[in-house]
Each structure stands twice: as C-alpha cells, then as structure tokens.
T-cell receptor, first 114, second 116 residues
Framework: EAQVTQNPRYLITVTGKKLTVTCSQN?????MSWYRQDPGLGLRQIYY???????DKGDVPEGYKVSRKEKRNFPLILESPSPNQTSLYFC?????????????FGPGTRLTVL | AQSVAQPEDQVNVAEGNPLTVKCTYS??????LFWYVQYPNRGLQFLLK??????LVKGSYGFEAEFNKSQTSFHLKKPSALVSDSALYFC??????????????FGRGTQLTVWP
C-alpha cells in the first residue's frame, strides 16, 4: 500500500532531550516536507526537500534539523526540544513538485515537550 | 511577504445548501493555489489545485474553486453540502519563483460544519 509513515505517533518528552521523528514513504517520491499544526495558526512548513541531499528552510525552521540521505526517508530532528515545540507534526511527500503532483500526508505525530 | 488569509474561522451550513469557504492570498509572481481538507481522525488530504488555465477548478468530492486574479481570491465551493463534508479546510499558496519552489504557505484553516 502506498503510504507515508511517521514514527512515533505520540511522544511525551522533557526539555532538552534530543529526539527524532521518522518519516518514510514507499512511493519513490522526490519531494518531502515537514509541517507543524497549532491551534489558531494552521499549518506551517518547517523544512522541505526537493530530492536527495537537497533541503531548504520553510516558515519555522528554528530548533529543527532535517536530513535527506536517501529518497524514502526524511527524519525531523529536535536537538534540544523546548515546550514551544509542542505540536502536531505532519510529514508529506509528492512524486515531483507541488505543482505537478498531489501531496500525500502522513498520519501525524503528536509531540508534547514538558 | 507571502501570505494566505481565511477570514472565517467557522462556516456553518445546512445540508443540501451551497457552501463557500473563502481564501485570499498575497504572493509575489503567479500563485499556485491549493485546498486541503482535514477530516477528524483521517489526516490531511489534497482536494484541488490551480496552476494555470481555467479559473474554475474541479476537485475531489464534488468541490470546486474559483481563481480570481483581480481579487486575489481562491474560494472553495460546493453546490450542495453534505454532513460528511464537515471538516477543517486549509487554503495554501506557493509562489512560482524558482528560488522558492517547494515552499508552501497555509492559511489558518476554516472549520466547516454541515447541519443535517
């Protein structure tokens, strides 16, 4: 089944404890992106990747890192999480660019930083 | 600066009536416009997009959207609402400039409730 998977789905952690949220797609998509969703703020793009080894900042990259070493995976790294990073995170992918192809979203990761 | 505005946090409509969810945008250059929907417990899904061509775009589940360049709007519409259309709707815009390909700006979302 074609899908975007995220792990973990739920995570409660403490300030400063490094964590990684994994994102994987099995559709051979070139484009991948991370978003966070907060009440009243909608969705905001964190980072995106047009292809392997190509990543760019979105709206709110501060406090996050990403890497794209292989096409299928696009992990989101929080080196030193803080409470303001408590949010619902979505990973997404599309075959080519946003303009030509539909973007598919993962199920979301709900992160709480205490 | 690029931005998207969804002026209504909430839209309520009776089943069978037409619905409109509003979206206006500000972007440099030609805009690429999208609508996404978030159903409860079903994640985010793509609904439709405008890239170029006909100003009226048709998408999934009977939805359509009209691009109006002079009013910088991209309102989502459906002729006859269903209770199952109740969800959170997001408008998004991407500028067409080469250096920002891949950037996507979302509005804050509009909660649509369709009453039986």
């Amino acid at each position: 089944e074609a899908q975007v998977t995220q792990n973990p789905r739920y995570l409660i952690t403490v300030t400063g404890k490094k964590l990684t949220v994994t994102c994987s797609q099995n559709m051979n998509h070139e484009y991948m992106s991370w978003y966070r969703q907060d009440p009243g703020l909608g969705l905001r793009q964190i980072y995106y990747s047009m292809n392997v080894e190509v990543t760019d900042k979105g709206d709110v990259p501060e406090g996050y890192k990403v890497s794209r070493k292989e096409k299928r995976n696009f992990p989101l790294i929080l080196e030193s999480p803080s409470p303001n990073q408590t949010s619902l995170y979505f990973c997404a992918s599309s075959l080519g660019g946003l303009f030509t192809d539909t973007q598919y979203f993962g199920p979301g990761t709900r992160l709480t930083v205490l | 600066a690029q931005s998207v505005a969804q002026p209504e946090d909430q839209v309520n409509v009776a089943e069978g009536n037409p619905l409109t969810v509003k979206c206006t945008y500000s972007v440099s250059g030609n805009p690429y416009l999208f609508w996404y929907v978030q159903y409860p417990n079903r994640g985010l899904q793509f609904l439709l997009k405008y890239i170029t061509g006909d100003n009226l775009v048709k998408g999934s589940y009977g939805f359509e959207a009209e691009f109006n360049k002079s009013q910088t709007s991209f309102h989502l519409k459906k002729p006859s609402a269903l209770v199952s259309d109740s969800a959170l709707y997001f408008c998004a815009v991407s500028p067409d400039r080469g250096s920002t390909l891949g950037r996507l700006y979302f509005g804050r979302g509009t909660q649509l409730t369709v009453w039986p």
